[in-house]
């Protein structure tokens, strides 16, 4: 069954104790409120990860998850970051494909879909990231580019794996820009990407999978966003980065 959540990618932001600091009081304000089916991810920095799984143990619906993760399992790579790590950190999920990762450290489809697999493998959820530049959306190409996106990230999946990950749409021109996609355009491509997963894996898998949408997701949008049938709920940038504006957004949930 699709899960419906409200997730926070704090990027580069906030140091240790301001980190942990923002994890504790989000449970506060939404302990009781998540459940299996309505969860809370937070996605901090990976120095914050041990501590603030620790903090979210005990209530139900509440996860943690890394930003990224490498692609191999280990070895030398100075400053990376394995799958393995970030589970045994007591993390549950990775964002895999955030535009920014693609754009400043130029991760291409390959890569990506090897990073799903490491992360998999792991036992972690990814969440896979997709979207359209601004510059190719007006040119018409949004479906062609997002489809391709997961195609080749994901596609090379056996069906009973493609279940266990969520998709984030994030057109890349709504991201930091205060600029949101409307509804209707938000919710034409979530319909349009569910349809690619069923048309490959079926219509039970396709339905399976959550898909949110990120891209200025603030308190003032995001009911309008999450009325939207194929929109399960949104990953969530600068407005992450504080707890009331956090709780907003997930009371639109
Ligand atoms: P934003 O970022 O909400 O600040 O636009 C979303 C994201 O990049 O995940």
Not at 104 to 111: C, M, V
Not at 176 to 194: L, V
Not at 210 to 219: A, D, F, N, R, T
């Amino acid at each position: 069954m699709r899960k419906r959540i409200v997730a926070g990618n704090w990027k580069m932001h906030k140091k240790l104790e301001e980190g942990l600091s923002l994890a504790r009081d989000i449970r506060v304000r939404l302990e009781g409120r998540c459940s299996e089916g309505k969860e809370v991810i937070l996605f901090p920095p990976f120095i914050h990860l041990a501590g603030i799984a620790r903090l979210l143990e005990g209530p139900t619906g509440f996860h943690c998850g890394a930003q990224n993760c490498h692609h191999k399992t280990e070895g030398a790579y100075t400053g990376e970051i394995s799958a393995s790590m970030i589970a045994s950190a007591g993390a549950s999920h990775v964002i895999v494909g955030h535009s920014e990762r693609r754009k400043y450290f130029g991760e291409d489809d390959a890569l990506l879909a090897a990073k799903i697999d490491r992360a998999l493998e792991e036992g972690l959820t990814p969440v896979f990231c997709c979207g359209e530049t601004l510059e190719e959306r007006e040119s018409g190409r949004q479906f062609e580019i997002v489809g391709r996106q997961i195609r080749k990230a994901l596609f090379h999946l056996p069906e009973e794996k493609i279940r266990k990950l969520h998709i984030a749409y994030e057109p890349v021109w709504a991201i930091g820009t205060g600029k949101s996609a409307s509804p209707e355009a938000a919710s034409e491509m979530h319909a349009f990407i569910r349809s690619e997963v069923a048309a490959q894996y079926g219509r039970e898998s396709a339905e399976a999978i959550s898909i949110l949408y990120g891209g200025s997701v603030k308190p003032g949008n995001a009911a309008g966003l999450f009325a939207m049938p194929d929109i399960d709920g949104g990953l969530i940038g600068g407005a992450s980065l504080q707890a009331a504006d956090f709780e907003a957004i997930f009371n639109a949930l």
